[in-house]
């Protein structure tokens, strides 16, 4: 009985693929130094607290003194529409109350390269989120079928690995705890400056990535998607947007499911992100909301279908839930360590 | 010290801490997805998010260890997402075809593994994800309570009590699932697979 119960024995990381992902990593953060980026000193810890005015004006300077060399200015046709929409955006009703959460439901089709960097699958993938004003919530996840993403993607695949198993997609629900759901990098918006110089500071800070204006344009989106930041900061991010140099406005575009919008696209000269590659974020013109995103290098997209306020959870959770969930509850990548830690179980879909 | 070293910038320092500490990171990716190939990128994305966070996180030798733990517990949660991050930057820089076989040898072995461990996350999947992440980390990976702790942010006290109620939960679990429910809990597996 215990067979299935106990993991299977540890397997060796194959020694050559160790040293071409060591390889790959050393080069990565090498490059990253290169760059200028940050690299890691001393026992710092991050502080949010950037209220006082010398702090902004310091944080400003950085921010332009960080600026690649050459780079340009910010598009003033880009930067007029991202002011506009912030104007639009600061007067939208979506605050949820206590007891009421911010539902959000998209599909995205992003692609993943298990098993080499050819190796391209894709899936596309519901998701729906509701978000407490306490920090609890729920986050559905419908996945489809993974595919290749095309005959070459394929051939890559199996060359790579020929043990490479296609997953056939599914139902999962994830239930957090009050304070334990977060998808941005901080959802202690009140630490988040308005200021969209001192913004653009902030984020680099939280990311800890390529300080450039393809990763700020990164950060942008990630502030922006499946979030409750309020409307507010939400204006703000769009005024921290209109100061990236390289950001181009598209005018009115499609996205993936064909609704019009208003684009606004950072296509990189590299190196970060990599050259060549392009990001969009498509704005609502009456709202001012993100309604969608697309890009490539890789190619992937997504669509915001829904963001409104409900009144209640689509169920309970399958047991009680309580916090703490961790150190702040940031529950985004590689903020905190260990920083989400589910209050809740994955359970099957109805 | 080596992580002293990583922390101020020595990325020599930081490769020979890959070496040491890639293989478990590897086989605990590996558990939580029954996926061989996809723990192999989480790894990469685990080690570049822990270079990049090393300035933030106070880290002596006896946390580093915890601190990948932890890090690789939010890659694999945040699978999607981190590895659209990781691969724009790992896809700058190709990964060359190896002609080592690698996994020739052992490609029914791990494909074993691969299919008793959907099994066993088949099961998991009916733990709370509190309970999932302790036991996997203590069970499956050897971390002492004080190290699951630091990776999780959660007091000792929590990670015994959730240790104890998910070994309990998963026993009950694996009898009422009984000898002949393999393809149910394999359908199951797939969810949690494809989260």
């Known amino acids: 009985m215990s067979d299935r119960l106990t993991p299977t024995p540890d397997r060796e990381f194959p020694q050559s693929r160790l040293k071409q992902r060591k390889e790959q990593l050393l080069s990565q953060i090498q490059a990253e130094q290169r760059h200028g980026l940050r690299r890691p000193h001393g026992r710092r810890r991050l502080t949010l607290a950037v209220g006082a005015a010398a702090a902004a004006a310091a944080a400003a300077v950085t921010v332009v003194a960080l600026l690649p060399a050459g780079s340009g200015g910010p598009s003033p046709a880009a930067a007029a529409v991202l002011n506009r929409l912030a104007r639009l955006i600061v007067a939208q009703p979506l605050t949820p109350q206590p007891g ?135 204006a703000a991010l769009y005024r921290a947007a209109a100061l990236i140099p390289g950001i181009e406005l598209l005018g009115t575009v499609r996205d993936h499911n064909g609704r019009p919008g208003l684009g606004i696209a950072y296509p990189s000269r590299g190196p970060y992100p990599r050259k060549g590659s ?73 | 010290m080596l992580w002293d070293r990583a922390r101020d910038g020595d990325v020599a320092a930081f490769g020979v801490l890959f070496e040491r500490h890639a293989g478990q990171i590897y086989n605990y990716c590996f558990r939580r997805t029954a996926d061989w190939a996809l723990a192999e990128d989480l790894t990469s994305a685990t080690f570049l998010l822990a270079w990049r966070s090393l300035g933030r996180e106070p880290l002596e030798a006896e946390s580093a260890l915890p601190l990948l733990y932890g890090i690789a517990t939010n890659v694999v949660r945040n699978r999607r997402r981190s590895l659209k991050r990781g691969q724009n930057a790992f896809r700058r820089l190709p990964l060359p075809r190896v002609e080592e076989p690698d996994f020739a040898e052992e490609t029914a072995t791990r494909l074993d593994d691969q299919v008793a461990t959907r099994q066993l996350l088949g099961l998991f999947a009916g733990l709370p994800g509190r309970e999932q992440d302790v036991l ?18 959660i007091p000792i006290g929590t990670v015994r009590s959730r240790l104890a109620r998910g070994r309990r939960r998963l026993r009950e679990l694996h009898m009422a699932s009984g000898p002949g429910e393999d393809s149910k809990i394999n359908a199951r597996s797939i969810e949690v697979n494809d989260q």
């Open chain 2, 136 to 153: 996997a980390l203590c069970e499956w990976s050897s971390l002492s309570y004080e190290d699951a702790a630091a990776a999780l942010g």
């Open chain 1, 278 to 350: 392009s990001s969009e974020l498509i704005f609502d013109p009456k709202t001012g909301e993100l309604s969608g995103e697309q890009g490539t290098g890789p190619t992937y997209w997504a669509v915001y279908l829904s963001q409104k306020v409900v009144n209640q959870l689509p169920g309970a959770p399958p047991a009680p839930l309580k916090p703490p969930c961790a150190k702040g509850g940031a529950g985004y990548g590689h903020q905190v360590p260990g920083g989400s830690v589910m209050n809740g179980a994955p359970v099957t879909s109805p």
């Open chain 1, 100 to 234: 009421q959460y911010l539902y959000i439901e998209s599909r995205n089709e992003y692609p993943t390269f298990a098993g080499g960097t050819a190796c391209e699958t894709v899936a596309v993938d519901r998701r729906q989120i509701w978000i407490g004003t306490d920090g609890s919530g729920l986050i559905r996840d419908t996945t489809g079928p993974q595919q290749y993403s095309s005959p070459a993607a394929e051939a890559a695949c199996l060359q790579a690995d020929s043990q490479l198993h296609l997953r056939s997609g599914g139902t999962s629900n994830d239930w957090f705890a009050p304070q334990c759901l977060a998808l941005a990098p901080t959802n202690n918006w009140d630490s988040l400056s308005r200021d969209p110089h001192v913004l653009l500071q902030q984020m680099r800070q939280l990311d800890g990535g390529p300080p450039t204006p393809g990763e700020d344009f990164v950060h942008i989106g990630d502030f922006l998607r499946e979030t409750d930041a309020p409307p507010a900061v939400r």
